[in-house]
């Protein structure tokens, strides 16, 4: 069935340095979505990518969707405490018009 | 600002009990949904309804059931309790489906429901 791969799991970084994550889907999107959920919190959307190519930044974050419309990226620099969280990506299901596939989520960890 | 709002953040239940999570949204959303979130597995979706009465499952729905009768009120029951259903509950809600805008999720703070 329709997946989508989210990588790492786990990412533990200082901070100040750089954190990106990935997702892979097994087929094209129409669109991906990203969302962030704070330790203790609820997921909160950050983003909806629509265009083959698309690139779209927030301030230290950089989200990108790829040509082929089958994966993303999370790039986010200089990493600050405020950054920790999971972070999610989902995109349309195929088989149905309401649903939304996750990824498993990347867990970013700021090493003390 | 969207506000979804459930009706417990913490909940501890029996083995065989009958369990009501209820959900709430402001924004006057068409569509609402009721996940699960267990470690490494994700956002996994049990149910979810497009419009008032209307309910479709989702990816899970062994052992749960919703009720929708009114457009900002979505409930998940658990009808027998069973401690494999000891989770992270999330209800969310959307304006609109499928490839266009406005697709995004809002969700609610979570109920942490263990059963024992």
């Known amino acids: 069935g329709q997946q989508v791969m989210q990588i790492p799991q786990y990412q533990h970084v200082q901070e100040g340095e750089d954190f990106t994550t990935y997702c892979n889907s097994s087929?094209?999107?129409?669109?991906i979505q990203w969302y962030k959920q704070r330790p203790g919190g609820h997921p909160v959307f950050l983003i909806q990518?629509?265009?083959s190519g698309e690139v779209k930044k927030q301030k230290r974050l950089t989200f990108q969707f790829g040509e082929a419309k089958k994966n993303s990226s999370l790039h986010i620099t200089a990493t600050q405490t405020t950054d920790v969280g999971t972070y999610f990506c989902?995109?349309?299901?195929?088989?149905?018009?309401?649903?939304?596939?996750w990824g498993a989520g990347t867990k970013l960890i700021i090493k003390p | 600002d969207v506000k979804v709002t459930q009706s417990s953040r913490y909940l501890v239940k029996r083995t065989g009990e009958k369990v009501f999570l209820e959900c709430v949204q402001d924004?006057?959303?068409?569509?609402m949904f009721w996940y699960r979130q267990d470690p490494g597995l994700g956002l996994r979706l049990i149910y979810f309804s497009y419009d008032v009465k209307m309910k479709e499952k989702g990816d899970i729905p062994e052992g749960y059931s919703v009720s929708r009768e009114k457009k900002e009120r979505f409930s998940l029951i658990l009808e027998s309790a069973s401690t494999n259903q000891t989770s992270m509950y999330l209800c969310?809600?959307?304006?609109?489906f499928g490839t266009g805008t406005d697709t995004e999720a809002f969700f609610g703070q979570g109920t942490r429901l263990t059963v024992v």
């Open positions: 087929t094209t999107l129409s669109n």
């Open positions: 989902a995109g349309p299901a195929m088989y149905s018009n309401y649903q939304l596939i």
């Open positions: 990518l629509v265009k």
């Open positions: 924004m006057d959303h068409e569509n």
């Open positions: 969310a809600s959307s304006l609109s």
